[in-house]
């Protein structure tokens, strides 16, 4: 890992999420209008992409292209922030997952990069509060990664553990990765990578050289492992779908909070935020 710390800081805010709602956070985004309002938020305080789970008005989970079409028109009627779709689900054929991707054409598809447990555990209480397997064969990441490439979305690899990095080496001897590689390393899942600086640097040193790539800090974790990131030459995600929370430990308001605060960070180790147009041109991206 070469960090290069004069190049701007690519800020994304993932607006929802599918798990909580409005009971853990009022902010969370149910309807078209409200996801363009946070996307606005989101992109006035310095976000460059927005990542987007779909939800139906009533705040249910969606995985139809018509819930994603509304979203998306919404969001890009407000803003020019660059789209990122999200493929990740339990339970749902993989043709489904692509769909919104095939037919909408985001400038980016985020692609799970492995299979692994999943789940939440209360010490308090000494028991899961949910638990599940997060399934992702290789053969799913490829279907995946070829809708995405034949939709000209740039896939987002997420890696949940230093063996989902690795889970891209195949598919880049297999000629269905190409540069600019873009890589995010999640933290903090319980199956997954433990929320601590030392297997950030795990992580991003096993990286192919010139990758791009952020890290998203589940929970409140997420502000230490973002400055770590900053500190690096990463770039950073932050968002109601990660973390619900602001350094001081108050409630944010709206997911422009979270990113306001990312962009501080930035701001304060000697960085500079990443436009939407310098976000494109490192990435490469063809569509809005």
């Known amino acids: 890992m070469t960090p ?18 409005r009971r853990q956070c009022p ?13 606005r938020r989101a992109f006035d305080a310095g976000a460059s992409v927005v990542h987007i789970h779909a939800r139906r ?3 249910s989970p969606s995985y139809e292209v018509e819930d994603y079409r509304a979203i998306h028109e919404a969001v890009t009627a407000e803003c020019p922030v660059v789209i990122n779709f999200s493929t990740g689900a339990v339970g749902i054929p993989v043709q489904k997952k692509t769909a919104p991707i095939t037919a909408l054409r985001p400038a980016i598809g985020a692609l799970n990069m492995g299979s692994m447990n999943y789940a939440k555990y209360h010490p308090g209480r000494k028991e899961f509060v949910f638990e599940f397997v997060f399934a992702n064969p290789f053969h799913e990441i490829v279907e995946i990664l070829r809708a995405m490439r034949e939709a000209g979305a740039r896939p987002e690899m997420e890696c949940f553990d230093l063996g989902h990095v690795a889970n891209s080496f195949p598919l880049l001897d297999m000629g269905l990765l190409e540069p600019p590689l ?8 319980l199956g997954g990578a433990p929320p601590a600086t030392r ?3 795990a992580m991003a040193d096993a990286l192919p050289p010139g990758a791009h790539w952020q890290v998203i800090g589940i929970g409140r974790d997420q502000w230490r492992l973002a400055a ?3 500190g690096i030459g990463g770039n950073v995600r932050v968002g109601l779908e990660d973390n619900f929370y602001l350094p001081g ?3 944010a308001r709206s997911n422009g909070d979270l990113v306001e605060q990312a962009a501080r960070m930035v701001r304060e180790q000697g960085r ?8 494109r041109r490192r990435l490469a991206l063809r569509n809005r």
């Open 228 to 230: 770590a990131a900053i």
């Open 199 to 201: 297997s950030l640097l």
């Open 182 to 189: 873009q890589y995010s390393l999640i933290l903090g899942v």
């Open 272 to 279: 500079e935020v990443a436009t939407v147009e310098e976000c």
């Open 4 to 21: 290069d710390l004069d190049r701007p800081c690519i800020l994304t805010c993932a607006l929802s999420g599918v798990v909580a709602d």
């Open 57 to 59: 008005p009533d705040g």
């Open 249 to 251: 430990g108050e409630m």
């Open 27 to 39: 902010a969370i985004p149910y309807t078209p209008e409200e996801y363009a309002a946070e996307a």
